[in-house]
Every structure is written in C-alpha cells, then in structure tokens.
C-alpha cells in the first residue's frame, strides 16, 4: 500500500517477491520482515512502514546488525506488537518519524514520506 502512494521512482517493495516468500519460510519470520530484509541489502536506504510492526521491528535488528538506514519513517496502527516496535524504534536513536501510540496506516506514511520528497524537492 505505501510504495503504490509514494510520489517516487525508486520504491522498493519485496513483500509480493518469491525470494521473500522463501525466507520467510526458511528462518520463520513474516514476510513484511523478509522483504525488509532483502530490500535493505547493504543499507543506505529510507525505510517507510505503515502497517507492519514485524517490518518495523527487522529495521531495528538489522540497523543492530550494522546496516546503514538513514531514515524511517514509522505508522504501523494498534495491531499486535505495533505500539511496542514504535516505541523500540524511538529508543533505538535511528533518525524517524513515528506515529506514537495506536494510531497510523499506510496512508499517514504516504503523506509524510510525500511531504518530506516534495520539501526535499525545493531544497
């Protein structure tokens, strides 16, 4: 949902992905937190998540892990786990926006990460 609403031609989303299907499988984590996973590769990328806590909390790990994210932009609403990844991201020191408490969706990630390439843009 948030890399059809972003005004960008460089959105990466691995979810639908078979090779994130297969690693999901392999180490048991959910596909959000694969695609994640493949799409950071080697790092150096903003990270937007609307609705998947489990994809938020791979950032964490993988930041733990020594890969470079630069930026997340955070919205998972009130679902399991969702309040606790977003505060976990905020104690983390990544650099983020974070839609505190139960409150988010893919659509506030869309505006926000919208809003921040259209400021960019005027630079």
């Known amino acids: 949902m948030v890399a059809a609403g972003i005004r960008w031609g460089r959105v990466t989303c ?3 992905d078979e090779r994130a299907r297969e690693l999901s499988r392999r180490l048991g984590i959910t596909r959000a ?5 493949l799409a950071l590769g080697g790092g150096g990328k903003v990270v937007v998540v ?14 733990r ?16 786990n969702a309040v606790e990844a977003k505060e976990a991201l905020v104690r983390s020191g990544i650099p983020s926006i974070v839609v505190m408490g139960t409150y988010g969706g893919s659509g506030v990630a869309v505006a926000i990460t919208n809003e921040l390439i259209r400021l960019a843009g005027e630079g």
Do not use: Y
């Open 50 to 63: 609307g609705n998947s806590p489990t994809a938020l909390v791979e950032v964490i790990r993988l930041v």
């Open 33 to 37: 937190a694969a695609g994640v996973r």
């Open 65 to 80: 892990e020594g890969v470079e994210v630069p930026f997340v932009v955070a919205t998972p609403p009130g679902f399991t």
């Open 14 to 16: 691995m979810i639908d």
